[in-house]
């Protein structure tokens, strides 16, 4: 019955009259026929079990029946339904097996079962003669311990299937065809003997799928008092958020582990259907609340929830004499087993010479008892060498189907706990990396759940569509690198996604202004808006979408706020933005620059920027900041990270130098040149940075520093081929001093070729110093045949002694840059694929 629905309402939502009045507006409102499973109204099965357990000790408790009396009665009255001619019956039972059970000082676990079962009952009699108030249709109360089969294991049923499916069909098909709404009694069934059994823990939950599956029903939604499933226990992180959707199998670990979600039988029914299950509100009705299904929402967020299991206690049975041994585990667990104990989590040394488990601590005693009577002899004979209790212990649970398509989510479990200071007793991971559970002591399982729910970004704000297929982007300055990059990333977006399996997609652009973010990608249109104003030489702040501010990190910090798709800032600003690069890689964002002042500023900064990206478990790559698109320094990587030492590095590193100076051999005056490389965009916004040889020596210091030199501030020297004291002045004053400058280039330049040479920038380093600036070198040099906008960088280490490694190729312009920018990006999503 493919439009059915079946909804399912817990105590709470039935709580009291003005709740009930809730929920039949609920069910009214459905436009498709309705099933409805109810618990036992808030409190009442708690009642009931007291009572059960206060009969057994031989004291019949006429309060408790008359306060439940009392409850139903003027619940049915403010409804203003006359229900007391069927619930009346029910509290004579009720009084009679409490009463035969106070007489002999017992209760069977029969007796205890139909006696719980009379709390729904009783709600399901109120709710149905609510419902039948209304004109637009009718509703029958009907118990399922008159159909629902189940074994006869009381307090714990389990359904007989095979019969299950016919009984249910048989006993609510032709209500449903009758035009009548089904209000069914949840957590009970009826065992082979027509006895009552309940289902246990989450039993009306199992009622409701069961119900479902038999009836080939479209979805199930449970109907409670929290708005869905929360990434982590609110009350633990205030900051938890609702998670739209959880894959069955995530949903079934979660409950296992402690989250007030399905329980995990509830949860096989429907995998075996491919029923959907909604777990909504019933206080906030308009909210989505969190879809359980056989979906998988992988790769944006591999980690859906964390959870955690308190009062647990660790056994370890230890011994060298286990080592090899085989049976030892299988003795072990059963031994548990057989004294009804429950595994919770077990660890084991690939020797087996360590068998580590979790049990409950109320269980402890009892576990140690029966492994040592288990293993005496081993224990005498020293096979064993101990039996250890260890109590006071939390499982933490870090729960997604996502873990196992994305690598290094265990590295960034463990590195948050290590900078949380929370100590590992054990760990636990299933071979197919849908959950990462391990051992706390107890009273760090709150900081725990704290630092992987941060470090994980969970506290994020869902934006809403599926971001599997995308990796977000945030532009800090939208200059000319900045809208080619954009540019670039459109129009490559089919080869990305054909070569990665997703493709980049820019979400925020910033520039000193202010910024413009969407969360869902900002569209054609709105980055071509940016474009204009930025290329008639406007600000961001021009347009109607920005917000305006002057901090940097205001893009980082609200874009970081929603639950983006593998964000990456990449930084192609020129202003000091080391802070913000700490903030970024901090708050779980990679990192691409091509801004060289936050890593050629003072060391103590780049040395942070390394630790922050290593602690937090973020890629930082800065291939731009010296080659543009040239691979120099992933070179210089690649030989130290294979054990080369480095000896000298030599080369011209600026396109723009080169440019310029291979453009005045053919005696062309320098202001022509400028003007040139300018409108090409060859040079800095401020030429002053280039000329002066500033841009050079930042590329060579952040070179010597991924080469692992260890260079004191007084032995770097720098020589512009302007002089360095105009570097502080703007654009518009140098721009009027540049005629003058015709001359003096010129006179170096003929000076040069006077001593047989050709005149290059050049920058040489090496474990002592770092030289940076114009000299004469042979034309038929690597270093003298240079022209254009080429770069040429010659490595000398202990594996390249007698001849040089070279990297050579075009290292200035904005499409060569934002190749370089967008090369780091790929290398991001392959390494996080």
Same mark, same amino acid.
């Given at each position: 019955?493919?439009?059915?629905? =079946?909804?399912?309402?817990?105590?709470?939502?039935?709580?009291?009259?003005?709740?009930?009045?809730?929920?039949?507006?609920?069910?009214?409102?459905?436009?498709?026929?309705?099933?409805?499973?109810?618990?036992?109204?808030?409190? /009442?099965?708690?009642?009931?079990?007291?009572?059960?357990?206060?009969?057994?000790?031989?004291?019949? @408790?006429?309060?408790?029946?008359?306060?439940?009396?009392?409850?139903?009665?003027?619940?049915?009255?403010?409804?203003?339904?006359?229900?007391?001619?069927?619930?009346?019956?029910?509290?004579?039972?009720?009084?009679?097996?409490?009463?035969?059970?106070?007489?002999?000082?017992?209760?069977?676990?029969?007796?205890?079962?139909?006696?719980?079962?009379?709390?729904? %009952?009783?709600?399901?009699?109120?709710?149905?003669?609510?419902?039948?108030?209304?004109?637009?249709?009718?509703?029958?109360?009907?118990?399922?311990?008159?159909?629902?089969?189940?074994?006869?294991?009381?307090?714990?049923?389990?359904?007989?299937?095979?019969? !299950?499916?016919?009984?249910?069909?048989?006993?609510?098909?032709?209500?449903?065809?009758?035009?009548?709404?089904?209000?069914?009694?949840?957590?009970?069934?009826?065992?082979?003997?027509?006895?009552?059994?309940?289902?246990?823990?989450?039993?009306?939950?199992?009622?409701?799928?069961? !119900?479902?599956?038999?009836?080939?029903?479209?979805?199930?939604?449970?109907?409670?008092?929290?708005?869905?499933?929360?990434?982590?226990?609110?009350?633990?992180?205030?900051?938890?958020?609702?998670?739209?959707?959880?894959?069955?199998?995530?949903?079934?670990?979660?409950?296992?582990?402690?989250?007030?979600?399905?329980?995990?039988?509830?949860?096989?029914?429907?995998?075996?259907?491919?029923?959907?299950?909604?777990?909504?509100?019933?206080?906030?009705?308009?909210?989505?609340?969190?879809?359980?299904?056989?979906?998988?929402?992988?790769?944006?967020?591999?980690?859906?929830?964390?959870?955690?299991?308190?009062?647990?206690?660790?056994?370890?049975?230890?011994?060298?004499?286990?080592?090899?041994?085989?049976?030892?585990?299988?003795? $072990?667990?059963?031994?548990?087993?057989?004294?009804?104990? +429950? =595994?919770?989590? $077990?660890?084991?040394?690939?020797?087996?010479?360590?068998?580590?488990?979790?049990?409950?601590?109320?269980?402890?005693?009892?576990?140690?008892?029966?492994?040592?009577?288990?293993?005496?002899?081993?224990?005498?004979?020293?096979? /064993?060498?101990?039996?250890?209790?260890?109590?006071? $212990?939390?499982?933490?649970? /870090?729960?997604?189907?996502?873990?196992?398509?994305?690598?290094?989510?265990?590295?960034? /479990?463990?590195?948050?706990?290590?900078?949380?200071? =929370?100590?590992?007793?054990?760990?636990?991971?299933?071979?197919?990396?849908?959950?990462?559970?391990?051992?706390?002591?107890?009273?760090?399982?709150?900081?725990?759940?704290?630092?992987?729910?941060?470090?994980?970004?969970?506290?994020?704000?869902?934006?809403?569509?599926?971001?599997?297929?995308?990796?977000?982007?945030?532009?800090?300055?939208?200059?000319?690198?900045?809208?080619?990059?954009?540019?670039?990333?459109?129009?490559?977006?089919?080869?990305?996604?054909?070569?990665?399996?997703?493709?980049?997609?820019?979400?925020? !652009?910033?520039?000193?202004?202010?910024?413009?973010?969407?969360?869902?990608?900002? +569209?054609?249109?709105?980055?071509?808006?940016?474009?204009?104003? %930025?290329?008639?030489?406007?600000?961001?702040?021009?347009?109607?979408?920005?917000?305006?501010?002057?901090?940097?990190?205001?893009?980082?910090?609200?874009?970081?706020?929603?639950?983006?798709?593998?964000?990456?800032?990449?930084?192609?600003? @020129?202003?000091?933005?080391?802070?913000?690069?700490?903030?970024?890689?901090?708050?779980?964002?990679?990192?691409?620059?091509?801004?060289?002042?936050?890593?050629?500023?003072?060391?103590?900064?780049?040395?942070?920027?390394?630790?922050?990206?290593?602690?937090?478990?973020?890629?930082?790559? %800065?291939?731009?900041? =010296?080659?543009?698109?040239?691979?120099?320094?992933?070179?210089?990587?690649?030989?130290?990270?294979?054990?080369?030492?480095?000896?000298?590095?030599?080369?011209?590193?600026?396109?723009?130098?080169?440019?310029?100076?291979?453009?005045?051999?053919?005696?062309?005056?320098?202001?022509?040149?400028?003007?040139?490389?300018?409108?090409?965009?060859? $040079?800095?916004?401020?030429?002053?940075?280039?000329? +002066?040889?500033?841009?050079?020596?930042?590329?060579?210091?952040?070179?010597?520093?991924?080469?692992?030199?260890?260079?004191?501030?007084?032995?770097?020297?720098?020589?512009?081929?302007?002089?360095?004291?105009?570097?502080?002045?703007?654009?518009?004053?140098?721009?009027?001093?540049?005629?003058?400058?015709?001359?003096?280039?010129?006179?170096?330049?003929?000076?040069?070729?006077?001593?047989?040479?050709?005149?290059?920038?050049?920058?040489?380093?090496?474990?002592?110093?770092?030289?940076?600036?114009?000299?004469?070198?042979?034309?038929?040099?690597?270093?003298?045949?240079?022209?254009?906008?080429?770069?040429?960088?010659?490595?000398?280490?202990?594996?390249?002694?007698?001849?040089?490694?070279?990297?050579?190729?075009?290292?200035?312009?904005?499409?060569?840059?934002?190749?370089?920018?967008?090369?780091?990006?790929?290398?991001?999503?392959?390494?996080?694929?």
């Amino acid at each position: 019955m493919a439009n059915l629905k =079946v909804y399912k309402f817990g105590g709470t939502s039935l709580a009291s009259a003005d709740r009930m009045q809730r929920v039949a507006t609920l069910i009214r409102s459905s436009t498709q026929p309705v099933v409805v499973v109810v618990s036992a109204m808030a409190g /009442v099965t708690d009642s009931l079990t007291a009572a059960a357990g206060r009969a057994a000790e031989g004291v019949l @408790d006429r309060d408790a029946l008359e306060a439940l009396r009392r409850l139903h009665t003027e619940t049915a009255t403010t409804l203003g339904v006359d229900v007391a001619d069927i619930i009346e019956p029910l509290f004579v039972e009720l009084e009679e097996l409490l009463g035969a059970a106070a007489a002999v000082g017992a209760i069977s676990p029969r007796s205890r079962d139909r006696l719980l079962a009379t709390g729904e %009952k009783l709600s399901t009699r109120l709710l149905a003669a609510l419902l039948a108030t209304d004109d637009s249709g009718s509703a029958t109360a009907i118990d399922a311990d008159t159909f629902l089969e189940t074994d006869d294991r009381f307090g714990a049923a389990s359904p007989v299937f095979g019969v !299950i499916d016919r009984s249910v069909e048989a006993a609510l098909r032709p209500v449903l065809k009758a035009g009548t709404t089904p209000v069914v009694t949840g957590f009970c069934g009826r065992a082979p003997g027509g006895e009552t059994t309940t289902l246990g823990r989450g039993g009306s939950d199992y009622s409701a799928t069961l !119900i479902a599956v038999a009836l080939g029903a479209s979805d199930v939604t449970i109907w409670t008092d929290v708005p869905g499933v929360f990434s982590a226990n609110p009350t633990i992180v205030p900051d938890a958020r609702i998670v739209t959707q959880l894959n069955y199998r995530e949903a079934a670990e979660l409950s296992y582990y402690g989250a007030k979600v399905l329980h995990p039988r509830t949860i096989q029914p429907l995998i075996d259907s491919g029923i959907a299950t909604r777990i909504r509100s019933t206080f906030d009705p308009e909210a989505p609340g969190t879809l359980v299904d056989g979906k998988m929402t992988a790769g944006s967020h591999p980690v859906k929830a964390v959870s955690a299991v308190p009062a647990q206690a660790l056994i370890s049975v230890e011994g060298t004499g286990m080592a090899g041994v085989p049976g030892i585990a299988a003795r $072990i667990f059963r031994t548990l087993a057989d004294e009804d104990i +429950s =595994v919770t989590m $077990i660890s084991q040394s690939s020797a087996e010479s360590s068998v580590c488990m979790a049990i409950p601590e109320e269980r402890a005693a009892d576990a140690e008892v029966a492994l040592r009577r288990a293993f005496r002899l081993d224990l005498a004979h020293a096979d /064993v060498d101990d039996v250890r209790i260890q109590t006071g $212990i939390a499982l933490v649970a /870090v729960v997604g189907l996502g873990m196992n398509h994305t690598r290094g989510i265990a590295g960034r /479990v463990f590195a948050a706990l290590s900078r949380a200071n =929370v100590n590992v007793v054990a760990i636990a991971q299933g071979a197919s990396e849908l959950n990462i559970t391990f051992a706390v002591e107890q009273d760090d399982s709150a900081r725990a759940i704290r630092a992987v729910h941060e470090a994980f970004g969970l506290h994020r704000i869902d934006p809403g569509t599926d971001n599997a297929d995308h990796v977000d982007l945030l532009l800090l300055g939208y200059g000319r690198i900045g809208r080619a990059l954009a540019t670039l990333v459109r129009e490559r977006h089919d080869a990305i996604r054909t070569r990665f399996g997703r493709t980049p997609r820019v979400v925020g !652009i910033a520039d000193r202004s202010g910024y413009v973010f969407d969360p869902n990608g900002l +569209s054609v249109d709105a980055l071509q808006r940016a474009t204009d104003a %930025k290329e008639r030489g406007a600000a961001l702040a021009e347009l109607s979408e920005c917000v305006r501010t002057d901090d940097a990190g205001e893009l980082l910090r609200t874009a970081l706020s929603y639950r983006l798709a593998r964000p990456i800032v990449v930084d192609v600003s @020129d202003g000091d933005t080391r802070t913000v690069h700490l903030e970024a890689l901090e708050r779980g964002a990679d990192l691409v620059t091509a801004n060289k002042v936050p890593l050629a500023g003072p060391v103590e900064g780049y040395r942070a920027l390394v630790a922050a990206a290593e602690r937090s478990g973020r890629l930082l790559r %800065k291939e731009a900041t =010296v080659g543009a698109g040239l691979p120099v320094v992933d070179t210089v990587e690649h030989l130290c990270a294979t054990g080369d030492r480095l000896a000298r590095i030599e080369g011209c590193l600026s396109g723009t130098l080169t440019y310029v100076l291979s453009q005045l051999e053919t005696g062309r005056p320098f202001a022509e040149v400028l003007a040139e490389a300018d409108a090409r965009g060859y $040079i800095e916004p401020n030429p002053l940075v280039d000329l +002066s040889g500033e841009d050079v020596l930042r590329k060579a210091i952040i070179l010597s520093r991924v080469a692992g030199f260890e260079i004191d501030d007084a032995q770097i020297h720098c020589r512009g081929l302007v002089d360095r004291s105009l570097l502080g002045s703007d654009r518009a004053t140098f721009m009027k001093l540049v005629p003058q400058l015709n001359e003096t280039l010129a006179q170096q330049v003929t000076d040069a070729r006077a001593a047989g040479a050709v005149l290059r920038y050049v920058a040489t380093l090496d474990d002592r110093t770092i030289d940076v600036g114009p000299q004469p070198v042979d034309p038929n040099s690597p270093l003298g045949t240079l022209s254009g906008t080429d770069n040429l960088v010659l490595i000398r280490s202990e594996r390249y002694d007698q001849s040089p490694l070279v990297v050579s190729g075009p290292g200035a312009g904005v499409p060569v840059t934002a190749m370089g920018v967008l090369t780091d990006i790929l290398r991001i999503m392959a390494e996080r694929t």
